[in-house]
């Protein structure tokens, strides 16, 4: 059984900072590549940003510049450092990985979401 736990979400003003952390445990030969989504009220879920085990990163045009992703294997965690918020940033933050749960088997997994609220 695997699952992705995260955390970090919360209430800021506009400018300010989260880092949301996004912890995998349970029967995990490897990590692969690691993501955050996010599903604002109304809206489809919408990728924000991905790393690869080797570090390869890759953001959604709307956060390159001000999100900052990057990972811990060892921790088998990753993490999105939030700066310059915006209101338009509020969301349900996911978690989703790939993980490789036998040498040879990979499979997806999705945390369960923390809020992220940016007030203006």
């Known amino acids: 059984q695997v699952q992705l736990m995260e955390s970090g979400g919360g209430l800021v003003q506009a400018g300010g900072s989260l880092r949301l952390s996004c912890k995998a445990s349970?029967?995990?030969?490897?990590?692969?590549?690691m993501g955050w989504y996010r599903q604002a009220p109304g809206k489809q879920r919408e990728f924000v940003a991905s790393i690869t085990r080797g570090g390869i990163t890759n953001y959604a045009g709307s956060v390159k510049g001000r999100f900052t992703i990057s990972r811990d294997n060892a921790k088998k965690t990753a993490y999105l450092l939030m700066n310059s918020l915006k209101p338009e940033d509020t969301a349900v933050y996911y978690c989703?990985?790939?993980?490789?749960?036998?040498?040879?088997?990979?499979?997806?997994?999705w945390g369960q979401g923390t809020q992220v609220t940016v007030s203006s």
């Open positions: 349970g029967t995990i030969f490897s990590t692969n590549a």
């Open positions: 989703n990985a790939d993980i490789l749960i036998t040498m040879s088997t990979s499979r997806g997994y």
